[in-house]
């Protein structure tokens, strides 16, 4: 790890103002300076967690078998339970400490060892043991939250089903109260609402938190369905390992990543628990089978109890962001080392990250991932904000389920993106199982299903954009709206005509710097994110105006015309998400010498999504032909700006060989190479060396 001596002298500030060859001279980066801001808002719980997985005891062995995988698994898990502080989000009187953005920042690192390993200990802590204590009441807690914090119970979390995943709302497993016997019956009344894809259920959980939809019948009265509530099932006999009467299920096998995690389907067919199994913050039964809620609204107490559970996508946005890192981190240090092909000099080959194309592959993914770990951050600091009770109100709460569901499709895709092009990046190194590359992006593929399909995440932040949208006009009367649609109509149609365009062309005419200068600010950026994301937004609004009077299926037919539509205003969302975080961050980084490389790398990120929705941006008008190609042009520009960067950009995530564990990054490339240089100069220099035919007359 090489570190810069810090910068004294003036430097600009976001790279907007100055000489851009002084700003050259004066960029380097402060290796550690950068590496404390990476580590964001808890950095000693973070660097703890790394020491803690730099022990070979987590780490993942490459070509176990699927048994002896499961089985390093879970007692590492039971290692952790020990050793790990894992119980660092729940209460004091369970050896918590009641910090819930301190418990993911720790939880995250463990994808550094083995990401079977963080999704094994998020299903046993992060959703059974986080349902019990965020579902529950303290007789909940009182009688199983223990257990399933020092593991005496490995739990499953039983939402998921066959037949339903991302609708929640629609699942088939019911719980029925018995009040002649105070029991919950719980039973899957046909094949598809057998629950699924659950770690912990095939091999390893004794116990399950079932989420079933509660039916009731008070005394003299018809059953009632409540909605979806959260039932603790015991499973399995923890001394035999055999379902308990009742429970049945099946493995779900060999998997394409993930495979230390045993998941499995469970079915009940009419299994029968105490009245007091029901996990009741929530919702409750007395005995004669009244039900009750602190909520009154059945689909405010299902959004609230599903809110309670965001800590999920929380967390696999974090483990995104580590994966990327680690995938960049080898394949740009393999890529400064490995040479091939000669090029000017017929004596000496090139390196990888000296090709420009090379840096197209790498360097904008590396800008994409500064700005998902700054996102993250930010994200951490809103659910700890929340769940640590300091601004937890019903807005806060959905402002965090809405960033959340914003931000975990974005760095979860754009993991899958990034380590597939860094083993490609890495040639047949690469697909080496020991080089790591291929392994973590088997086991982040089911991340952008997990916890929520990213698309249909996606949906749910598009139509939270058009609920705001539309709540900007709830205070106009029917004139000012008007008035407003008519002038955000005419501001579109502006931007479309050829007069727009022509004033961009006739200012940038004979200077291609003046319209790279306007691109590089930061102004000129926000601004056509900003318009990007709010034209998309209106546009679907008007569209979808007709749908408030329409018959209920007339009105669902539109909406699905324009779903697309909805979905990429989304995504346009959390694209605006990240770069506004990556430059809020930017005035955390004290020296200016690593601010102004930093300043470049937000530049390339915001730029590359420019040019990423280049057609959208011409088709209407906000740039035109000439200032269009200036984008790819200084894309281009800032590439070769920060090649000399790239190395101390990924030196600056503090990863260590032991958490690395790549031999292709390790320097034994670097040793490979100079041997070989070495063999060959000593070659020429005896002049033994064999002519090329090609010199041969």
């Known amino acids: 790890m090489t570190t810069t001596t810090p910068r004294t002298t003036p430097s600009s500030t976001n790279g907007e103002q ?9 960029a380097g980066i402060d290796v550690a300076h950068l590496q404390h801001v990476l580590l964001g808002h808890y950095p000693e719980l973070r660097l703890a967690a790394r020491t803690l997985m730099s022990d070979e005891r987590f780490h993942q062995i490459p070509g176990q078998t699927l048994a002896e995988h499961r089985e390093r698994v879970l007692a590492q898990l039971r290692l952790l339970a020990v050793e790990g502080d894992v119980h660092r989000s729940f209460p004091v009187r369970f050896g918590g400490a009641e910090d819930h953005g301190g418990f993911l920042a720790r939880f995250e690192e463990l994808t550094h060892a083995d990401p079977s390993l963080q999704i094994k ?31 005496a119970v490995p739990g499953a979390f039983a939402m998921t089903e066959t037949g339903h995943g991302s609708d929640v709302a629609a699942i088939g497993t019911t719980a029925t109260y018995d009040p002649a016997t105070q029991e919950i019956v719980v039973h899957t009344p046909f094949r598809a609402a057998w629950k699924d894809y659950l770690g912990n259920a095939a091999q390893h959980g004794t116990a399950a938190v079932v989420f079933a939809r ?22 399995r006999d923890p001394q035999t390992g055999e379902f308990l009467p009742g429970v049945g299920g099946e493995d779900d096998g060999l998997k394409g990543g993930l495979n230390g995690i045993d998941n ?10 105490p009245r007091t ?11 004669d089978g009244t039900y009750s809620s602190p909520i009154a609204s059945p689909g405010r107490r299902f959004f609230t109890m599903l809110g309670t559970l965001v800590q999920g996508r929380v967390s696999l946005d974090g483990a995104a962001v580590t994966a990327s890192r680690l995938g960049l981190t080898i394949a740009i240090t393999y890529g400064n080392q490995r040479r ?4 000017a000099s017929p004596t000496e080959e090139v390196v990888l990250l000296d090709y420009a194309e090379h840096q197209r592959r790498l360097l904008p993914l590396l800008a994409e991932t500064y700005a998902a770990g700054f996102a993250h951050e930010d994200l951490l600091a809103a659910f700890d904000d929340v769940f640590s009770g300091r601004n937890d109100t019903p807005e806060t709460r959905e402002d965090l389920e809405t960033l959340a569901a914003a931000l975990k499709p974005a760095s979860t895709w754009h993991a899958l993106r990034t380590l597939q092009t860094c083993r490609e990046a890495c040639g047949g190194a690469g697909f080496l199982a020991e080089n790591r590359i291929t392994g973590l992006r088997a086991d982040m593929d089911v991340y952008a299903t997990f916890e929520g399909d990213n698309t249909v995440l996606l949906q749910l932040v598009g139509k939270r954009l058009l609920t705001d949208y539309g709540k900007s006009f709830k205070h106009l009367d029917a004139v000012k709206v008007a ?33 790279a200068g306007q691109l590089r600010e930061t102004a000129t950026q926000r601004s056509l994110l900003v318009d990007r994301v709010e034209t998309m937004v209106a546009e679907i609004a008007q569209a979808l105006r007709p749908a408030q009077k329409a018959d209920p299926a007339t009105a669902a037919a539109l909406f699905n015309q324009h779903q697309h539509d909805l979905v990429e205003a989304a995504r346009a969302h959390s694209e605006l998400v990240q770069w506004e975080s990556f430059t809020a961050a930017l005035d955390r980084v004290t020296d200016p010498g690593t601010r102004q490389v930093l300043t470049w790398v937000r530049d390339l990120f915001g730029l590359t999504l420019v040019e990423r929705h280049l057609a959208w941006y011409l088709v209407n008008g906000r740039l035109s032909a000439g200032r269009a190609r200036t984008v790819t042009s200084y894309i281009d520009r800032l590439l070769t700006r920060l090649r000399p960067h790239a190395q101390d950009l990924v030196d600056a995530f503090g990863y260590g060989q032991e958490h690395l564990r790549a031999p292709i990054a390790s320097g034994a490339e670097a040793e490979r190479q100079d041997e070989a240089r070495a063999y060959l100069k000593a070659q020429r220099a005896s002049g033994d060396a064999p002519r090329p035919e090609k010199h041969v007359r």
């Not at 349902?131 to 009441?137: E, N």
């Not at 091939?340 to 090029?343: C, D, E, N, R």
């Open 277 to 287: 199994n029901l996990l009741n913050r929530y919702g409750d039964i007395a005995e």
């Open 483 to 515: 008035r407003l649609v008519a002038e955000r109509a005419a501001d579109a149609a502006r931007f479309r005509t050829p007069l727009h365009r022509a004033v961009q062309t006739i200012a940038d005419v004979g200077d291609a710097r003046r319209s």
């Open 214 to 235: 509660l039916i009731t019948a008070p005394p003299g009265g018809q059953a009632v369905d409540h909605g979806v509530h959260a039932v603790y099932v015991p499973i």
């Open 340 to 343: 091939q092909f000669a090029s």
């Open 18 to 26: 100055g000489d851009p060859r002084l700003d050259a001279e004066l």
């Open 264 to 273: 499995g389907r469970l079915w009940f067919d009419h299994v029968r628990v």
């Open 121 to 151: 200990s998020g299903v046993q802590w992060g959703l059974f043991a986080s349902a019990i204590y965020h579902l529950g009441t303290e007789r909940n807690h009182d009688e199983f939250l223990a257990d399933a914090l020092s593991i």
